[in-house]
C-alpha cells in the first residue's frame, strides 16, 4: 500500500522541469489542465534528434495559444 502511494505521487510530480504558469484569455480550468497533461506527455516522448522536453512543452503550450508568465 505505501508503494502504492509512493509511485502514484511520484506521477503527479511531473517530468521535472520548471514548466512555469502559462496563460489564455478566457481559458476553463478544465482545458487548461487537459491542454498541459497532453503538453506533458507530447514533451515526454522520446524521439532522436528532436528538441529537449522542456522546449517541445513550450512550443505545444504556444501552439494551443497560450503565454508563459515568468
Do not use: F, I, N
Amino acid at each position: 500500500m505505501a508503494a502504492a502511494g509512493w509511485l502514484l505521487a511520484a506521477g503527479c510530480v511531473g517530468t521535472g522541469w520548471p514548466r512555469g504558469t502559462w496563460e489564455k484569455p478566457g481559458v476553463s480550468p478544465e482545458e487548461r489542465l487537459r491542454d498541459e497533461y497532453e503538453c506533458e506527455r507530447h514533451a515526454t516522448m522520446v524521439r532522436a534528434g528532436e528538441a529537449a522536453p522542456e522546449q517541445r512543452y513550450g512550443e505545444c503550450m504556444k501552439a494551443r495559444g497560450y503565454r508563459r508568465v515568468r
